[in-house]
């Protein structure tokens, strides 16, 4: 079982940027995918992209071109780069892991095995 530790989280002004991590232990191999997830309040959780353990990435038509997903497996860390923040991107944004994302990963919340606790991100001026 994997323990998955986000930060980066913040505040930050529309238009910024916030690299958030997502750093795993527990598990002696690498073969599992990493997905984001966010979840704004009163709104249920979302998935945003996933990269496999391969590194084939996965991303939902709402973050492309804005958001940027990589994995150094070397740390057992996996990245989101965000870009051109929008206040409606302020929520609690968590990272999961999914056990049979070798080759591909999905951004279905209910594949994935393992969560973290999540990391705060607000937009605003």
């Known amino acids: 079982q994997l323990q998955l530790v986000e930060s980066g989280g913040g505040f930050v002004q529309p238009g910024g940027s916030l690299r958030l991590s997502c750093a795993a232990s527990g598990f002696t191999s690498d073969s599992y995918a990493i997905g984001w997830f966010r979840q704004a309040p009163g709104k249920e959780r979302e998935g945003l992209l996933c990269i496999s353990s391969t590194g084939s990435p996965n991303y939902k038509d709402s973050v492309k071109g804005r958001f940027t997903i990589s994995r150094d497996n070397a740390k057992n860390t996996v990245y989101l780069q965000m870009n051109s923040l929008k206040p409606e991107d302020t929520a609690v944004y968590y990272c999961?892991?999914?056990?049979?994302?070798?080759?591909?990963?999905?951004?279905?919340?209910?594949?994935?095995?393992?969560w973290g606790q999540g990391t705060q991100v607000t937009v605003s001026s």
């Open positions: 999961a892991a999914d056990y049979g994302g070798t080759y591909y990963c999905a951004t279905a919340l209910d594949i994935y095995d393992d």
